[in-house]
């Protein structure tokens, strides 16, 4: 088992910054690709950015292409996003995920472990 908790939403005007961290504790010895989702009231999960085990490949959806940035830091076994030039569109919980392949993973369903969220809301 893995648990995973995130920390660093919170309410910021759009054009700011936030930095999302996942701290990773249990069966952290395996090589687990994480991602990070989001979701908005009414709207499915969507995947915003996801890492390799290793860190050297990333995946961002189009939508945050530029002003988000995924990392890991596997010797502290937390995950982070930093988010810059924020919009009213990014409002959301936001979670990560760890899967089983050490690849990037696309959809939420290769994804076994989930955090419990983190709101961040971007106001105008």
Do not use: H
Not at 6 to 23: H, I, P
Not at 29 to 58: D, H, L, N
């Amino acid at each position: 088992q893995v648990q995973l908790v995130e920390s660093g939403g919170g309410l910021v005007q759009a054009g700011g910054s936030l930095r999302l961290s996942c701290a990773a504790s249990g069966r952290t010895g395996s090589r687990y690709g994480m991602g990070w989702f989001r979701q908005a009231p009414g709207k499915e999960r969507e995947i915003v950015a996801a890492i390799t085990w290793i860190g050297f490949t990333t995946y961002y959806a189009d939508s945050v292409k530029g002003r988000f940035t995924i990392s890991r830091d596997n010797a502290k076994n937390t995950l982070y996003l930093q988010m810059n030039n924020l919009k009213p569109e990014d409002t959301a919980e936001y979670y990560c995920a760890a899967s089983f392949s050490s690849d990037i993973n696309y959809s939420a369903t290769e994804y076994g472990y989930w955090g419990q969220g983190t709101q961040v809301t971007v106001s105008s």
